[in-house]
């Protein structure tokens, strides 16, 4: 008959510095399915190491190690994790609970790992609970517990993937002489139902309640005989179908697993975050003012590259305007823009509209005011060409262009400084310099209209005539038809020019391409902005590397507990990196809404301006966050994910 256990020749050793410490020696053993065995002997006899290697969370130095026929030495860490949690279940002398999961969630623990569903979890668990006569205390948390209770919470997280074999490590050690009863108790029934129970001890009347007790001194096995209780009539062959009735495991696809995994992790990461409210608040203040800064300065960015936009549309979109001279300063051909040359442009069929500019500055006068203000005399187009609109009245009109009528509009600066308190100005009479003129509109306030000041339009042929007495122009403005090309009609425009004048002796400026010169400053002003604000998200997150390697540290113990049960590492690192990913996106959240308040306040500050929280700005927040909390949880999640379990389980 196969036995289910067999180890034949095992030797374990260890190296303290250059020298070798043997621990086991040439052990050699079987154990049949239903037995309950205990391994006794005096301390460093070498029995723990004995129970870590039967239980996988060791490996031996030499020899051989059969589960069920299985060779358990050839496995990887993932397949005996894989072991430890679908055949093994621990009981450990110090109980080895999570302190921040109640007593049903801590039971629940190996179901987690193994994938089975939360509504299963959470029967079986209560199932398991009630069944020790601990169903009125499912919900509390260990420290709420005595110690007995929490044995019988270790028993019960043993069971819950089916316990086929029960570890228990001193399971009486930390016990009163009652508790101790009730565990051993407990553990004989276990046995009658069929588990395999190996209990490490070195008293030898607990070791003698077992069906064998095996004995170590010094690494090696010294003797093997029956306990007082007697052993089994009948060894059960291991192989029978449903003999332990173990918990039926799902396969589940990889991607199941991680959704799976996923949610889990997530609800626990909650649970540690809740528990350590104050240091996880103090961590994510880094995140908060990282994402706070990153979205509000883009938002900043933004509305100040749209308001220059806007400032530039209100001075004509898809215009081009003419200059006299070769560039800026040329006083040659300071007179080369001449009268005739605005029919000429505009016959040309890409033209929309053109406006002449004769430009001067005046006295103007009503009443007992008298002041300075700037002329600037225009065609009849210039009002669609710049895109005015108007408070009182409206714009001068083709017939009194060519009339040189004594027709003036102003700006709204110029209308309060002359007329304070009059409700319309329409059709009121004022001088400029010596010249009467009538009113006949108000453009409304504006950003900007291309003229700051006080300003007044008039006739370009008024102006012309009247006030400048010249025959050339100072710019000339020009409107483009919608879809045409700005650069191509520069182009054609200066071609049509010099072909005109027989040389260039004028410059241009195309709002084309100045407005994709503004883009660009702005877009690299933003993209600046955004550098010096994301130095605080980067200080942020290496903030929660900080305390994520902290967590690591102080939960060392923890992590030991989740892979004796049968986390793998993978589930470990998946812990960690959600914990991390988890306060990072809260700081992000909270960050969303400090910008949130903050988008408020500044539209409080800066009336006119466009801003306002986007959709790519909330996606910038989330992505920071999630990209954050990635970098920043990837070292300590792999750190954690490489630990020993042994070693992590004897952490103090």
């Not at 010294?222 to 089994?232: E, L």
């Not at 883009?298 to 001075?315: E, F, R, T």
């Not at 400029?432 to 209209?449: C, D, F, H, L, Q």
């Not at 410059?507 to 400053?521: F, G």
Request: hydrophobic content about 45%; glycine content about 8%.
């Amino acid at each position: 008959m196969m036995p289910l256990i067999e180890l034949k020749a095992i030797y374990r050793h260890f190296w303290v510095g250059d020298k070798k410490v043997d621990v086991l020696k040439n052990i050699s053993l079987s154990i049949f399915s239903g037995e309950m065995v205990a391994i006794m002997g005096p301390s460093g006899s070498g029995k723990s190491t004995l129970m870590n290697i039967l239980g996988g969370l060791d490996r031996p130095s030499g020899g051989t190690y059969k589960l069920s026929d299985m060779n358990i030495t050839a496995l990887n860490d993932n397949a005996l994790a894989g072991l430890r949690r679908e055949r093994f279940g621990f009981v450990f002398q110090r109980y080895q609970l999570m302190a921040s999961l109640t007593a049903a969630q801590n039971v629940e623990m190996p179901a987690i790992y193994a994938g089975q569903n939360r509504n299963f979890r959470r029967r079986r668990a209560e199932s398991l609970l009630a069944s020790l006569g601990l169903e009125e205390r499912k919900d509390y948390l260990p420290s709420q517990l005595s110690g007995g209770q929490q044995q019988r919470v270790s028993i019960a997280r043993a069971l819950m993937n089916g316990g086929q074999i029960i570890l228990a490590d001193e399971p009486t050690g930390a016990l009163d002489s009652k508790a101790g009863h009730d565990i051993m108790l407990t553990l004989r029934q276990l046995c009658d139902q069929g588990h395999t129970v190996i209990l490490v001890t070195h008293d030898a009347t607990i070791a003698g309640q077992a069906d064998r007790v095996i004995v170590l001194r010094d690494g090696a096995i010294i003797n093997d005989v029956k306990g007082t209780k007697g052993g089994i009539t009948a060894i059960p062959d291991c192989r029978e179908p449903g003999f332990n009735m173990p918990l039926p495991l799902r396969s589940i696809s990889p991607l199941t697993w991680f959704a799976s995994s996923s949610t889990d992790a997530l609800l626990m990461a909650w649970r540690v975050i809740w528990a350590r409210k104050l240091r996880t608040f103090l961590t994510m203040l880094g995140i908060v003012i990282g994402i706070a800064s990153v979205v509000i300065l883009i938002l900043l960015g933004d509305a100040v590259q749209d308001q220059v936009l806007k400032n530039l549309h209100s001075m004509g979109t898809d215009s081009i305007t003419i200059y006299p001279g070769s560039d800026i300063g040329d006083e040659v051909f300071q007179r080369s823009l001449t009268y005739d040359d605005i029919p000429l442009i505009r016959k040309q069929p890409w033209v929309q509209a053109v406006s002449a500019t004769v430009s001067s500055s005046e006295r103007v006068r009503f009443g007992s005011r008298d002041i300075q203000a700037s002329i600037s005399g225009v065609s009849s187009d210039y009002a669609h060409l710049f895109e005015l609109s108007f408070s009182e009245g409206r714009f001068f009109t083709d017939a009194q262009v060519e009339a040189g009528a004594q027709v003036a509009i102003l700006n709204s600066s110029l209308r309060r400084r002359l007329f304070p308190r009059d409700t319309d100005v329409t059709g009121k009479v004022m001088l400029i310099g010596t010249i009467p003129v009538i009113i006949v509109g108000v453009v409304k306030e504006k950003p900007s209209t291309g003229e700051e000041g006080l300003h007044i339009w008039l006739p370009w042929t008024t102006v012309a005539a009247r006030l400048t007495g010249t025959g050339w122009l100072n710019s000339v403005s020009v409107k483009l038809r919608q879809g045409a090309d700005g650069a191509e009609s520069e182009k054609k425009l200066t071609n049509l020019l010099v072909l005109y004048h027989g040389r260039k002796d004028f410059y241009i400026r195309n709002s084309d391409t100045i407005r994709k010169s503004i883009e660009k400053t702005t877009g690299t002003f933003r993209l600046f902005l955004t550098l010096i604000a994301s130095v605080s998200l980067i200080v942020g997150g290496i903030g929660v590397m900080n305390i994520m390697l902290v967590s690591v540290t102080e939960r060392t113990r923890e992590i030991g507990i989740r892979m004796a049960i049968g986390a793998r590492a993978r589930d470990v690192l998946l812990q960690f990196l959600i914990e991390s990913i988890l306060v990072c996106l809260t700081g992000g959240a909270a960050g969303l809404l400090l910008s949130a308040i903050t988008t408020q306040v500044l539209k409080h500050w800066l009336p006119g301006w466009d801003i306002h929280l986007s959709v790519s700005s909330m996606l910038i927040a989330f992505s920071c966050s999630m990209f954050s909390g990635v970098i920043s949880g990837w070292l300590p999640a792999r750190i954690a994910a490489r630990q020993n379990p042994l070693v992590s389980l004897a952490h103090e």
